[in-house]
T-cell receptor, first 119, second 114 residues
């Protein structure tokens, strides 16, 4: 199957700093990517939809100025957690859909996740 | 509006048992449904994708079925092994225009005991 990478896999930062997480589709182009966060033993929570060439679409309750998303190319989306606080500590996962021939064949592929710890 | 639910929430079985995990969805116009596996602290691995025109898909010991009329999908795991222990998630598309985001069930946490 297709491969989606994330970098870094783990990051520890001080409160108040900004952290950038990259999501890349390695062998297919993705005009759309999705960013999720997951707290321990909880389900995925969709944060935003990253759109190549246009603004990201944020889910209700997600601060767009806090979580900056840039879809720089057809294979790269970045999530920047600005002025990070300890409550931002979480597991962040991206996904990218590979459409195939038609929409019914569209398969979501996930990155391995980034564990963020804000001290 | 698409809603996805999964039962049971948790399952613990001895090694070797055949298992059925259930997923139900509210919008029968679904164009596909995907099953994923998540190991603790890891990302998600796509297991099977069933297109709306298909009734089932098989991969190794896994078989997933889709019944659009009843709004149900099942994931069948044959001869379960301890390595199958993980959280299994199903997800269906929102079915709203060009919005491609997935609607998720809360998952079934599976423990296969040796």
């Amino acid at each position: 199957g297709a491969v989606v990478s994330q970098h870094p896999s783990r990051v520890i930062c001080k409160s108040g700093t900004s952290v950038k997480i990259e999501c890349r589709s390695l062998d297919f182009q993705a005009t759309t990517m999705f960013w999720y966060r997951q707290f321990p033993k909880q389900s995925l929570m969709l944060m935003a939809t990253s759109n190549e060439g246009s603004k990201a679409t944020y889910e209700q309750g997600v601060e767009k100025d806090k979580f900056l998303i840039n879809h720089a190319s057809l294979t790269l989306s970045t999530l920047t957690v600005t002025s990070a606080h300890p409550e931002d500590s979480s597991f962040y996962i991206c996904s990218a859909p590979d459409r195939g021939i038609n929409r019914a064949q569209e398969t979501q592929y996930f990155g391995p996740g980034t564990r963020l710890l804000v001290l | 509006k698409q809603e996805v639910t999964q039962i049971p929430a948790a399952l613990s079985v001895p090694e070797g048992e055949n298992l059925v995990l259930n997923c139900s969805f509210t919008d029968s116009a679904i164009y596909n449904l995907q099953w994923f596996r998540q190991d603790p602290g890891k990302g998600l691995t796509s297991l099977l994708l069933i297109q709306s025109s298909q009734r089932e898909q098989t991969s190794g010991r896994l078989n997933a079925s889709l019944d659009k009329s009843s709004g149900r999908s099942t994931l069948y795991i044959a001869a379960s092994q301890p390595g199958d222990s993980a959280t299994y998630l199903c997800a269906g598309p929102l079915n709203a225009g060009n919005n491609r985001k997935l609607i998720w069930g809360l998952g079934t946490s599976l423990a296969v005991n040796p």
